[in-house]
């Protein structure tokens, strides 16, 4: 039987407050842990929304840019380079497809397999496409970077049939100059080469970009403005890969000017053969306009040797070579005008009455000034000599005693108002101003005064003068068209690629040779008799068929003074470097002239013999094309 227990008051009240406690604290602790609850979901939302915004406003555009480009990207289109023609529309420099082969280090991972693969292709070590990619270190990994140029066809195919094994890879079409005729005009014409860091950096070439090619010497320098053209672009989408999808949208390139120059490429290709094998340089102009028809200068070298690239051999070759087949000797050499100058010394003695078209001197073969024995080129002497005999044998004594009686500075005076000792403004980089000395010149320069025998050959063109086979040009068709100096002229028209002339380069006047009529008809006398007297040192250079006038000049590089004169020419002679400079300057018809040529060869010894003969081919060439053609 049990038995029934039933609290009492006290101790249910005991009950009720403890069951009361117990509640009020559960109560509590949800509540605490509901507002941590809330209070996390709302910062993170908080976090969230600011992320969102910062996204969205604050950077949203360079993200929506950088999302475009994944995609969408920017490729130039170069424009094509003009071409260059002849006077006569004969092409000489174009441009051909090259096919460039490029990588975008963004669509080419992993960057080092698609080298190993690629390099499979092309016949190039991993490691030297690697060194390229190297060396353009720190640029965006949007932009190509070249790897190999004009790859050739056979690359090309390989390339296109393997490309999906070959991420990054992208192969652009370029032009690429062209230069016809290998060797042919390229002093005149030049060639180009890649920008450098310093010329981008000078601000003369804002409009160009690392990789561009741009014109480094001659014609291609001097009208880089002209035959540039303007740079276009398009828009493509590209998939993931680098490969171009569609294209969005495209600028159109122009393409540069048209250049035609003032040369005879059949002019210009007959002197280049009467060079073959010499160090010299050829010059042909037209007297009446100053126009260019010929300028060669050997030896020469191939300009598409620069476009297309060259080892550090072939560079080194070139400039190591004691024939310096990178300088244009035409415009940039300089050497002693010899007996050519005797045509300004004849033209400063009548001008300033100190002799006339009757004066004579006798030349025993020897003249004797001071202590010092000056000898004649011609050891038997000339007998009695005039001023036109003189110029048509060359007669040293004759000129040793006008130029003593002139004095260095009046002869100065007058070579350089002949348009000797200073730059003739071709359109030529590096032109050579040649040296006309003074009394004056040589103190400042030695501290020492001038000496009388100086005088003496200086007149005769030797001693310290110095003319460039341009220069010389402008003096003997100063004398063929009546006494103008004219700007020699290379260029001669520019049109559009449409075919729309631009410019028409007209003559321009520089000077007048300092000369009468009456003098200048001496002269001429002289010149014409150095061609067409038996006794002329130019006999050689005579032709029935062509009336030309011409002064020969042999510039000796050891002296003729002193007693052992004979001994030290003979011994020099003997030495190939030391053998005298060959010159021949002339102009034909004599009566109405259409073409005037200067010759230089090097160490040729003598002008009637080495340079005489190349001038005479070359007017023949000119002057009877039409009855052998």
Not at 309 to 326: A, C, I, K, T, Y
Not at 355 to 363: E, H, K, L, R, V
Not at 473 to 494: D, E, F, Q
Not at 577 to 584: D, G, I, N
């Amino acid at each position: 039987m049990h038995s029934c227990y039933w609290p009492s008051p006290e101790e249910e009240y005991k009950r009720e407050t403890l069951s009361k406690y117990l509640h009020s604290t559960d109560s509590d602790w949800y509540k605490r842990r509901l507002t941590g609850v809330v209070f996390l979901v709302l910062t993170a939302f908080l976090v969230l929304i600011a992320r969102v915004f910062y996204l969205q406003v604050i950077e949203g555009n360079e993200l929506r840019r950088l999302s475009e480009n994944n995609c969408i990207r920017l490729q130039n289109i170069d424009p094509s380079r003009g071409l260059i023609f002849d006077r006569n529309g004969k092409l000489l420099v174009d441009n051909r497809p090259s096919f460039d082969l490029n990588i975008i280090l963004k669509d080419a991972k992993p960057v080092e397999h698609t080298i190993e693969t690629l390099s499979q292709y092309i016949d190039v070590p991993a490691t030297e496409l690697m060194s390229k990619i190297s060396r353009n270190k720190g640029i965006s990994s949007y932009t190509p970077i070249l790897l190999k140029q004009d790859i050739g066809r056979d690359a090309l195919a390989a390339i296109e049939v393997h490309k999906y094994n070959l991420p990054g890879i992208v192969v652009s079409v370029k032009p690429r100059r062209h230069y016809i005729y290998k060797q042919s005009a390229a002093h005149l014409i030049g060639y180009l080469g890649e920008i450098s860091s310093d010329e981008l950096k000078s601000g003369k070439y804002s409009a160009y970009r690392a990789g561009d090619y741009i014109g480094k010497f001659g014609v291609e320098k001097t009208y880089e403005g002209l035959l540039r053209g303007k740079r276009g672009g398009r828009q493509v989408e590209v998939n993931a890969t680098g490969r171009v999808v569609r294209v969005l949208k495209t600028v159109e390139s122009f393409p540069g000017h048209n250049v035609y120059l003032s040369i005879d490429y059949l002019l210009q290709k007959k002197a280049e053969e009467l060079l073959e094998g010499l160090a010299g340089a050829i010059i042909a102009m037209e007297p009446a306009t100053g126009q260019i028809l010929a300028m060669a200068s050997s030896p020469a070298f191939d300009q598409n040797a620069f476009v297309d690239g060259m080892s550090h051999e072939q560079w080194d070759s070139l400039v190591s070579n004691p024939f310096r087949p990178m300088e244009n000797k035409a415009v940039n050499a300089e050497y002693p005008p010899a007996s050519v100058y005797k045509i300004v010394t004849a033209i400063a003695c009548l001008e300033e009455g100190i002799i006339d078209a009757n004066t004579s001197f006798y030349c025993p073969g020897h003249y004797k000034c001071g202590n010092r024995v000056f000898r004649c080129w011609e050891k038997r002497g000339h007998n009695k000599v005039n001023v036109v005999k003189a110029l048509a044998e060359s007669c040293d004594v004759f000129f040793y005693q006008v130029g003593q009686k002139l004095g260095v500075d009046r002869l100065a005076w007058y070579a350089r108002a002949c348009g000797l000792g200073s730059a003739t403004g071709i359109d030529l980089d590096h032109e050579a101003k040649g040296l006309i000395p003074t009394a004056a010149w040589k103190r400042a320069r030695t501290g020492i005064g001038w000496q009388l025998g100086e005088t003496l050959s200086v007149a005769i063109g030797q001693g310290y003068n110095l003319t460039t086979p341009l220069q010389m040009m402008t003096l003997i068709s100063g004398i063929a068209n009546g006494g103008i100096r004219y700007k020699p002229l290379i260029l001669r028209k520019v049109e559009t690629a449409e075919g729309e002339i631009v410019n028409e380069n007209n003559s321009k006047v520089t000077g007048r040779l300092p000369v009468s009529q009456r003098t200048l008809e001496i002269v001429r006398k002289g010149l014409w008799e150095t061609v067409n007297k038996r006794k002329g040192t130019a006999w050689i250079a005579h032709v029935d068929d062509v009336d030309i006038s011409g002064k020969t000049g042999t510039a000796q590089l050891v002296s003729r003074t002193g007693s052992n004169d004979n001994a030290s020419i003979d011994k020099a002679n003997k030495l190939n470097h030391l053998k005298p400079h060959a010159w021949f300057v002339a102009y034909a018809p004599s009566k109405e002239p259409q073409i005037a040529v200067v010759v230089i060869v090097e160490h040729g010894e003598h002008g009637s013999s080495a340079a005489a003969p190349l001038a005479r081919e070359l007017i023949t060439t000119y002057l009877l094309k039409d009855k052998k053609g």
